[in-house]
């Protein structure tokens, strides 16, 4: 019996650069994974923020408002309290990233 040595090493190293590149693709994976849990894992963080900061801002920006009717007879400090609140301004800006995102993705 005569081995056939050519093919042997083709085979093991078709075999072995098959497998480095699975070894690879699955490392990617197991990266892109770890990358999806920790970007889900700081936006429930920041949604939360958000939640508890928001009202606060709010608050703030009418006593400011009433501060400021008081201090500025004049009325030299321009300053316009937003008719939306914050968690609504935040939700709009989102909203507006989204559609301009989807619009620059578009093929024209």
Do not use: C
């Amino acid at each position: 019996m005569k081995l056939d040595w050519n093919k042997i090493v083709s085979n093991a190293v078709t075999v072995l650069v098959a497998s480095v590149f699975m070894g690879a693709a699955l490392q990617l994976w197991n990266g892109v994974q770890t990358i999806d849990q920790r970007i889900d894992a700081n936006l429930t963080d920041i949604k939360a923020t958000q939640s508890i900061l928001a009202p606060k801002v709010d608050m703030i920006e009418e006593r400011l408002a009433d501060i400021l009717k008081h201090l500025d007879q004049d009325n030299y400090i321009a300053f316009e309290k937003p008719e939306k609140g914050s968690l609504e301004l935040i939700d709009d800006e989102y909203s507006n990233r989204q559609m301009m995102q989807q619009n620059q993705r578009a093929p024209r």
